[in-house]
């Protein structure tokens, strides 16, 4: 059983509309530093004669993904950075030429692993940052002291321009292996002279788009806030 004052569940400002209800309770007592207590009570037997409302898979899935949307710092946020942080360093790494680590031979293909790691972690990283936005606007969670100030930091226009960037340098790369092709007189190509660019045109030509995509997501989110 839970109890609680008018005043606390106005301040609390639940939104949720199934049996996640009780995790956001506490959730946000908390996170508000409201005074939570635990008293003795006696549990009498249900004496309705109906079967319970609770369904344990279906709603013990509500509660966890409801806790795992509002903390996508945990979740998403520090795999997607681990990630990011993978695919560049290999990228970077084999970007050149191929490496061997002692007696293995890293080389474009190690390049394709790095480009999938870093697409798929920036993914992680723009989902947990869209997810923590839409948990303000809809006040699910309470924001951090910081968070007015990535607003003002991370504004749309400032977005664009970075994709728009990363979308130039990578159409530069991918210029590298069309221009050889047009002097092969579109013939075959040297693939260890081609592909290394190429994957490296590619990924950043991803990121870019995906950079402006989700500035425009962003700004659309926080218009409420503005």
Known sequence: MRGFTRDAFARMGQKTTGMEFASEMVMKA??????????????????????????????????????????PRGTMMAPGFVLCALGLGLGVLVGFGPVRVGGVTLDVHTMIAASLMLLVGYQFVTAAIAMRIFALEEELGVPPPNVARLFEIFTLERGVLVGLGLC???????????????????????????????????????????????????????????
Request: glycine share 10%.
């Open 168 to 226: 130039v340098i990578g159409l530069a790369l991918l210029g590298i292996p069309v221009r050889m092709w047009l002097k092969a007189g579109l013939g075959e190509l040297h693939v260890e002279q081609t592909l290394r660019p190429m994957i490296g045109g590619a990924t950043l030509v991803a990121l870019g788009v995906q950079t402006v995509l989700m500035s425009f997501v962003y700004s659309m989110m926080g218009i409420k806030r503005e």
């Open 30 to 71: 908390a996170v508000r530093r409201m005074r939570i207590a635990q008293v003795p009570i006696t549990l009498h037997p249900d004496q309705r004669g109906r079967p319970p409302h609770l369904r344990s898979w279906r709603d013990g899935w509500r509660h966890l993904r409801f806790m795992l949307c509002m903390s």
